[in-house]
């Protein structure tokens, strides 16, 4: 392996950059945009800046928030204090203190736009608005909207949800997140060193209706947004069919972050996961005793230990959170009522917020930490609901 270049500068792309540069390995990055106010919430949980404390300890601007409010209809509200704040960063900001860090490190970076990729017999010619260039290998890190079609996840319309917001010049110290009827999605109000984002994720709704849903809900929470920055993208949340057959790697390539579906399918949390990406993807690549087809095999192997096959247990999930009735109410309404009544459930909240809190694990932990009745009821609710299958935990294709 003498050259790799990396499509694609955003969290995913920057970060596998950063290793294959700092390993010595000749590394190009190629983005159109490089640091730019990705629309994003930016919010960085406790399993991210605990795997790589830097994303913690840095001089870029940065909000530490301690503090959640959430709500939902027919429950009122519940505040919760965070023992592991969440980290919200403008995404410019962000972009461009991993973007320095692997320039530091070595690699080049050019700012164009990739137009076309060719697998020659051995390598790829890379084309590009400003010409053209060759690689023994690629990392596709081109996020939700890669229009590299030979290269990358595969979705359709029902593996995605829309995402869109406004930037709003204010401030406040807590996050908000709000569920709403009928949506598998929520808002969130997000504090940031020096703006608001405000926004709203939701799959199976058109983005006009999202949109108007969000601003139902600024105008009556007295959010002022004429006039405000308005941001909309797609963001990945595969079905679990679409975890099974997911296209993350190939002969001489393979995908991070988005580019690779790789998202919480309940909260839309992808930036630790273009992260995670990028650094496994760096260590396969690294390994200089694996063939490119034991790369593929071996890449599609940790990725699904270390997270996917969690990701993809939560695709099983999350039509049942958002839409699902426990009790005679919507699930969302009776987690605020368990969240204001059980101290356990509290806790359990705290470490999903964290991301230390497994979907796969969520079962054993409700059995041990409810008892009684309610907690037959529970774990009855669980297993007739959404036990996984054997299939569940499928290697992604390759
Ligand atoms: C509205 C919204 C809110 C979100 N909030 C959060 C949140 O709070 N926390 C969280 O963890 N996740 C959040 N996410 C998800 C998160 O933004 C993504 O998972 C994350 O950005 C993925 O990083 P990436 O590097 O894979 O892709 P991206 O960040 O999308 O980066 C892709 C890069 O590739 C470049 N590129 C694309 N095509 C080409 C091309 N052909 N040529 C050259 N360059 C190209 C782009 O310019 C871009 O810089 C949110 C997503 C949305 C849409």
């Known amino acids: 392996m ?9 969290p995913a792309g920057s970060f596998a950059a950063e290793r294959l540069a700092s390993a010595g390995l000749d590394t190009v990055l190629i983005d159109e945009k490089l640091a730019w106010e990705k629309p994003c919430g930016g919010g960085l949980t406790f399993k991210a800046y605990n795997s790589y404390p830097y994303l913690l300890h840095n001089n870029a601007p940065k909000k ?15 505040t919760m204090g965070l023992t592991q704040p969440l980290v919200i960063y403008s995404r410019r900001d962000l972009n461009g203190m991993l973007l320095d860090r692997a320039e530091k490190a070595g690699v080049q970076i050019e700012k164009t736009r990739v137009l076309e990729l060719d697998r020659k017999s051995e390598g790829w010619l890379i084309r590009t608005r400003n010409g053209s260039l060759e690689a023994d290998y690629c990392v596709v890190a081109t996020g939700a909207r890669n229009s590299l079609r030979n290269v990358g996840t595969q979705w359709t319309r029902s593996d995605t949800m829309y995402a869109l917001g406004y930037y709003i010049p204010s401030e406040q110290d807590q996050i908000d997140i709000q569920f709403l009827p009928h949506l598998e999605g929520y808002i969130w109000v997000f504090p940031r060193y020096d703006h608001l984002s405000v926004g709203i994720c ?33 963001l990945p949340s595969l079905e679990t069919p679409a ?6 790697a190939g002969e001489g390539w393979v995908a991070v972050g988005d580019a690779a579906g790789l998202v919480d399918p309940i909260t839309g949390e992808g930036l630790y996961y273009a992260m995670r990406s990028g650094d496994l993807a760096s ?14 095999h071996a890449y599609c192997g940790l990725l699904r230990r270390d997270f996917a096959a969690d990701l ?6 999350a039509k049942r959170v958002f839409l ?12 605020i009522h368990f969240m204001r ?24 932990r409700l059995l041990k930490n409810l008892n009684g009745t309610m907690s037959e009821v529970l774990v009855n609710w669980f297993l007739r609901k959404v036990v996984p299958s054997e299939n569940v935990l499928v290697e992604p294709q390759g």
């Open 202 to 234: 939701g799959k199976g709704e058109s983005a006009q209706s999202l949109r108007a849903r969000l601003e139902r809900y600024m105008d009556e929470k007295c959010i002022p947004y004429k006039g405000a920055a308005f941001y909309g993208h797609v």
């Open 243 to 248: 975890w099974r057959r997911n296209r993350v």
């Open 283 to 296: 260590q396969v690549i690294l390994n200089e005793q694996a063939s490119l087809a034991e790369k593929v």
């Open 341 to 364: 009544r059980s101290p356990l459930f509290r806790e359990l909240m705290q470490d999903l917020f964290a991301g230390t809190q497994s979907y796969i694990g969520l079962k054993k």
């Open 312 to 317: 993809e247990f939560g695709a099983t999930l």
């Open 64 to 78: 530490v928030v301690t503090q959640t409010c959430l709500a939902a209809p027919k429950a009122g509200e519940v």
């Open 2 to 10: 003498k050259k790799v270049v990396v499509l694609g500068g955003g």
């Open 324 to 335: 699902g009735r426990f009790l005679f109410n919507t699930v969302p309404a009776r987690m």
